[in-house]
């Protein structure tokens, strides 16, 4: 028997909603028959109560159990009918998390014999939160798209080894805004972090039994709290106070959210949430050549075992309601959405007008967001690059390939290079998309690190324990003489300046610049290109630095201010693209090495390796000039500078042929050759 009051309560809001007098419990779960909610001990976790919710309203279960007290953990059993041939999986040893808890009480970790039976062993338990009474949050920064350069990083590797970071907040959200972190963030001149996955997430059955773990967490069991592992204490206070400290720096904070899969896996997969509430409609599942649905067989668009409905009514409502909650109540500025092309599906093809574009974009909460898509997944017409709506950002892979064969001296790529340079127009069309559209990246969290792009040919993931056959096989790397690392000075040596072409190439292109977090750092991680389950020194970031690492993040400094103290180079608006007024430059052109305007034919050359362009503002006299100079060939190319003003010379100020570059303002060349070997020169014309 129970020892509370229990009244019928609400409907809404779902999950737990506590005042004075006790807590008000709403769950979505429509076809089961009885639904209980489980009380337990704060400190030992033992149950104390099991309450049969009195009340349904449509498809909402709910009551108000008064006396219910801030700090309260719960979970839920379900009973009805267990027959995964009708797409019911309701299980009452199953302890079930609510899918809109705010808080876990611990991490949720794989354990098969836990799991057997029973569950509640296994199982985290929610926490009854005091409603929000949160002061004013420190303003958010609002950084303009064209100011914005995001850098991604992993709450625990970005803090686990910094020895500036005191050892109870290393891997945690305190650790991310300690002053030390703050400051690398700011002197780098990056504007936005973006987390990976911070939702609450289990490690695969698979990966646990290998003794390994989801280092990543692109695994979520909810859409609301934050990940246990990286609190100290108070998962809702810690949080905040990190995105606060961040905006008071003028940093952004973008989440890498996960909302096309769940840890709960397919038909084989465990039972921890939305499957014990509403199976059907939270997952997609095939249809037979009748067009019946076949509940025996989960869509798996995610490569993960299931693949999430967002085109049901109450699944779009949790993920608006999540996404609207880290806005308001957490802070964050922004959301990265991986494999973004399955929220697309309505529900199984993709759609530029499915409902959860539609849905977001009419969203006052969320209409000042950034928003980034990884705009494709693993299944039937998955790949979506260029077709999201225009107020999203698009991951360009094509950039990161492209730019990897052109420095990788692949020959056949300098038109391609050309056209991902400025802002990939081929796929993100004038007029219709904003030339800052594409999210131009070099690495990501998915792929070698820069230092490894240039020191290994080949993946090394034998640590994953999938004998090697995991992660990317097609990475256009090089490791230009020995594989891994090496003592030669000449191989080290063309290694660095080959980081330092393809980081600038990166500031200097059209778009919104992405920079994988510790390759300004020179990070390794020993050539592995798929490190989501190494949680050790192969993903955290090593702050210890020697002489030529410490020259490549002053590089990586420079070439960030460079960007940022142009107009030109951080966003171009020419005359005849009329998505956004305010044209910045009159004239672009090309130039063959021997000074030559490149004719149509250039650009077919298949040896051709070498170009300059040229910008020019819409007045010479009073707005900028530049010349930016590309080579990816074995050879010194002699370039002939294009001929300017008596009084007016070339200044350089980027020449990544050296390995201690700064900017140098008194360096004024004209009318001369410059010789530039397998690197980039950049120029600024001036008033002598």
């Known amino acids: 028997m129970s020892q509370y009051q229990v009244l019928p309560g609400a409907s809404h809001p779902l999950g737990a909603t506590l005042n004075d007098s006790g807590c008000n419990f709403a769950v979505h779960c429509p076809d089961a028959e009885v639904v209980e909610i489980c009380l337990f001990d704060s400190r030992t976790e033992k149950q104390i109560s099991c309450i049969p919710i009195p009340a349904k309203t449509g498809k909402i279960w709910h009551c108000f159990i008064c006396g219910v007290d801030a700090g309260q953990l719960y979970g839920f059993r379900l009973h009805g009918d267990n027959n995964s041939h009708n797409g019911l999986m309701f299980d009452p040893k199953k302890l079930l998390i609510d899918p809109y808890a705010k808080v876990l009480n611990r991490p949720l970790f794989w354990d098969a014999k836990k799991y057997q039976g029973d569950s509640q062993d296994m199982m985290p338990k929610a926490v009854v939160m005091t409603p929000s009474r949160t002061p004013a949050k420190i303003n958010k920064p609002n950084i303009p798209l064209d100011e914005t350069i995001l850098y991604e990083a992993h709450v625990k590797g970005l803090t686990q080894l910094h020895p500036g970071v005191a050892d109870e907040y290393k891997g945690k959200f305190l650790g991310v805004c300690q002053p030390v972190i703050i400051d690398h963030l700011t002197s780098l001149g990056v504007t936005a972090i973006q987390l990976m996955p911070v939702f609450a997430f289990m490690p695969e059955p698979f990966i646990t039994n290998k003794g390994l773990t989801n280092y990543w967490g692109y695994n979520p069991v909810n859409y609301f709290c934050p990940e246990p592992r990286y609190v100290v204490k108070d998962a809702v206070l810690e949080f905040k106070t990190m995105v606060d400290r961040l905006h008071e720096a003028g940093i952004e904070v973008i989440l890498d959210v996960v909302f096309n899969h769940t840890a709960e896996g397919g038909l084989d997969g465990p039972v921890l949430s939305f499957k014990g509430f509403d199976n059907t409609a939270c997952y997609l599942f095939e249809r037979n050549d009748y067009g019946a649905i076949d509940y025996q067989k989960y869509v798996n ?47 199984y093809e993709f759609s530029t007008l499915s409902g959860f574009f539609r849905t977001i974009r009419q969203d006052p909460t969320l209409i000042g967001c950034k928003l980034i898509a990884e705009p494709w997944d693993i299944g039937h017409g998955g790949y979506r690059l260029g077709q999201f709506p225009a107020n999203w950002l698009e991951c360009n892979d094509k950039y990161r390939d492209t730019v990897r064969a052109f420095w990788r001296g692949d020959k056949g790529h300098t038109s391609d290079f050309a056209t991902r340079l400025f802002g990939s127009r081929d796929v993100f069309s004038k007029e219709s998309r904003s030339i800052l559209t594409s999210v131009n990246n070099v690495t990501y969290h998915d792929g070698f690190t820069l230092q490894d792009l240039v020191s290994y040919a080949e993946r090394h993931n034998d640590a994953n324990l999938e004998q090697n056959r ?178 007016k010379n070339w200044q350089l100020k980027l020449n990544t042929h050296y390995d201690k570059w700064a900017l140098q303002p008194n360096v004024l060349v004209k009318d001369v050759h410059l010789q530039v070997l397998k690197s980039i020169a950049v120029f600024k014309c001036i008033v002598a």
């Open 301 to 347: 668009n995610s490569g993960c075992g299931n693949s999430v409905n967002t085109a049901f009514p109450y699944v779009l409502k949790m993920v608006m309601d999540s996404l609207r909650y880290w806005v308001q109540e957490m802070g964050v500025d922004g959301f990265r959405f991986d494999l973004a092309a399955s929220l697309g599906r309505d529900p």
């Open 470 to 647: 995991d992660g990317h096989g097609h990475n256009l790397s090089a490791n230009y003489g020995v594989e891994g690392p090496t003592s030669n000075v000449k191989i080290k040596q063309y290694r660095e300046r080959q980081k330092r072409n393809l980081f600038a190439t990166l500031m200097l292109s059209q778009g919104t610049p992405h920079v994988l977090g510790g390759d300004e750092l020179s990070r390794t991680q020993n050539g592995n290109n798929n490190a989501y389950c190494q949680d050790n020194e192969i993903n955290w970031i090593n702050w210890k630095l020697d002489t030529t690492q410490q020259e490549f993040l002053t590089f990586c400094q420079q070439v960030i201010a460079l960007r940022k103290s142009s107009s030109i180079l951080n966003h171009l608006n020419f005359k005849d693209d009329h998505y956004s007024t305010g044209c910045n430059v009159e004239e672009i052109c090309w130039y063959r090495p021997d000074g030559e305007r490149k004719l149509e034919g250039d650009w077919q050359d298949y040896n051709n390796q070498a170009f300059a362009v040229e910008l020019m503002g819409p007045d010479s006299m009073s707005h900028e000039h530049w010349l930016l100079v590309f080579n990816t060939s074995e050879d010194d190319v002699r370039f002939q500078l294009p001929k300017i003003e008596r009084h």
